[in-house]
């Protein structure tokens, strides 16, 4: 069974987006997903079926300010309407197909990150209730974002303790993998002073957190630079996609976003005969 890996990274992941679409556009439904953050979330609207969902929203909404803005810090102690976003927009404006998504068949992996551990946790995303609280809780950026609390437990961002869960997909028995980066070939993560104030920040709190967030950049340096032993020595079991160019994980141009999904969608048709040979 082939498997669907996927970054996060905000608004990078509407790179995956295009892949996604272009993939329902040629009837490939994977029967095992998996990622974190933004590339998960985004996921779900390949399983319900739903093409240019993820797109049309961010044409709509990435300039309302109850989406992104200061004020959510009042009401959502984070710069992301987290309610406005996870809840109002699939559930009211721009309906989510709940229906089509549980007929779904197959794995659908959520990673997060558990504050207490420090250790990468994958939920079962099938099980997601309607206020979508395992997306928010992927999607939980320490300082953007405040920890989410679900069954017991406080999870951050998935990506923080594993950015590419290629190792699980691997683990699960997925051989054949489909594996979405939303950083250029070139691009290799550092260590930033704002990480290291952030790691300080959430020190006494979450005494694990720290150790995550400080070795966040050497792990998926090597994660990455694994992706691409795989894709070269093994390219009829792995195909590597990666944009061209990069994106600014908070993009205001809509256009620009734009220009980020036709890339992710002209590049996948591009290589559609190498990707369905990973079902054969």
């Not at 590339?39 to 961010?58: D, F, H, V």
């Not at 099938?126 to 953007?144: E, G, V």
């Not at 792990?219 to 061209?244: G, I, M, S």
Request: hydrophobic share 35%; glycine share 8%; charged share 25%.
């Amino acid at each position: 069974m082939p498997g669907l890996v996927l970054e996060g990274g905000t608004f990078r992941p509407v790179f995956s987006c295009g892949v996604m679409d272009a993939l329902l556009d040629n009837g490939i439904m994977f029967d095992y997903v998996i990622g974190v953050s933004a590339g998960i979330t985004y996921a779900a609207s390949y399983l319900s079926r739903q093409r240019e969902r993820n797109i049309n929203i961010l044409r709509q909404y990435r300039g309302d300010k109850r989406y992104f803005g200061a004020r959510n810090l009042l009401h959502d102690h984070s710069i992301f309407g987290t309610d406005f976003v996870f809840d109002t927009i699939p559930n009211q404006l721009m309906p989510f197909d709940w229906d089509t998504f549980h007929k779904y068949q197959g794995k659908y992996l959520v990673g997060v990150t558990n504050a207490k551990t420090g250790k990468a946790e994958y939920l079962n995303g099938m099980r997601m209730d309607r206020p979508c609280t395992m997306l928010r809780a992927t999607c939980a950026i320490p300082i953007y974002f405040p920890p989410v609390q679900m069954d017991g437990e406080t999870y951050y961002d998935g990506g923080l303790a594993d950015p590419i869960p290629i190792l699980r997909s691997l683990h699960d028995g997925n051989e054949r993998n489909l594996i979405v980066l939303t950083q250029p070939e070139s691009y290799r993560k550092t260590l930033t002073r704002g990480v290291e104030l952030t790691a300080k920040w959430l020190k006494r709190k979450y005494p694990a957190m720290p150790k995550v967030l400080l070795e966040r950049a050497k792990h998926y340096n090597e994660t990455v630079c694994f992706c691409h032993r795989l894709a070269e020595n093994k390219p009829q079991d792995t195909v590597l996609l990666q944009p061209e160019k990069s994106l600014n994980s908070f993009e205001k141009d809509v256009k620009k976003l734009e220009w980020g999904y036709e890339m992710g969608y002209n590049m996948t048709c591009a290589r559609m005969e190498q990707i369905k040979n990973l079902f054969r």
